[in-house]
């Protein structure tokens, strides 16, 4: 409930012109990977939606359940944008991700597929769309074995990218505040740009 009081600030504050527009911090590279349903899905599919990203894998025992959680939670908080604004998971473990598992894994959390995808693909091609493109850390340290969960890492910040392709913003999920700053900031460049 708190937040839903937050959010009518935030539009009221948007409405007044208080608010700073979220800076733009550099454009993405086109990127294609394959969605839970096992179609092509990328910047192109993208284009003219504002999405916020995140870096998850299914199998991952710490961080991932809850920044998932609150991927959710935004989900919930942004639901009057509908499909205007969309959500992307990507995995930093896509071998073992596969469309299948990112369905499964999505259901538990009760993913709208309609707005929040979840991408696999070429562990290579995500490494560097995560790490040169989003700026974001991901990887694996080096030698460890396949099952070796806690050597994956990857960073716990929402992004949020304007539908141009764009980054306007990186966020701290571990944050309740940064959170509700995205949130703010997702409605208002999916208004200026609806």
């Given at each position: 409930?708190?937040?839903?009081?937050?959010?009518?600030?935030?539009?009221?504050?948007?409405?007044?012109?208080?608010?700073?527009?979220?800076?733009?911090?550099?454009?993405?590279?086109?990127?294609?990977?394959?969605?839970?349903?096992?179609?092509?899905?990328?910047?192109?599919?993208?284009?003219?939606?504002?999405?916020?990203?995140?870096?998850?894998?299914?199998?991952?025992?710490?961080?991932?359940?809850?920044?998932?959680?609150?991927?959710?939670?935004?989900?919930?908080?942004?639901?009057?944008?509908?499909?205007?604004?969309?959500?992307?998971?990507?995995?930093?473990?896509p071998a073992?991700?596969?469309?299948?598992?990112?369905?499964?894994?999505?259901?538990?959390?009760?993913?709208?597929?309609?707005?929040?995808?979840?991408?696999?693909?070429?562990?290579?091609?995500?490494?560097?769309?995560?790490?040169?493109?989003?700026?974001?850390?991901?990887?694996r340290?080096?030698?460890?074995?396949?099952?070796?969960?806690?050597s994956?890492?990857?960073g716990?910040?929402?992004?949020?990218?304007?539908?141009?392709?764009?980054?306007?913003?990186?966020?701290?999920?571990?944050?309740?505040?940064?959170?509700?700053?995205?949130?703010?900031?997702?409605?208002?460049?999916?208004?200026?740009?609806?």
């Amino acid at each position: 409930m708190a937040s839903l009081g937050f959010m009518g600030v935030a539009i009221h504050d948007l409405v007044q012109g208080r608010s700073q527009p979220p800076p733009r911090l550099g454009a993405l590279p086109d990127f294609t990977f394959t969605r839970q349903d096992g179609q092509p899905f990328g910047l192109k599919q993208l284009r003219g939606h504002p999405f916020i990203a995140n870096f998850i894998f299914t199998r991952c025992p710490t961080v991932c359940p809850v920044f998932t959680q609150k991927m959710a939670r935004v989900q919930g908080n942004t639901a009057k944008l509908g499909t205007d604004l969309q959500l992307v998971s990507f995995s930093v473990d896509p071998a073992y991700d596969t469309p299948e598992r990112l369905t499964e894994y999505a259901k538990k959390y009760q993913a709208d597929f309609t707005r929040w995808n979840f991408l696999t693909g070429d562990y290579v091609t995500l490494k560097d769309t995560i790490v040169q493109g989003f700026k974001i850390s991901m990887g694996r340290e080096p030698g460890a074995a396949e099952d070796d969960l806690l050597s994956i890492f990857h960073g716990t910040h929402f992004v949020l990218v304007d539908g141009t392709g764009e980054i306007r913003g990186y966020y701290d999920s571990a944050d309740p505040e940064a959170t509700r700053k995205l949130e703010a900031d997702a409605f208002r460049i999916t208004r200026e740009e609806g």
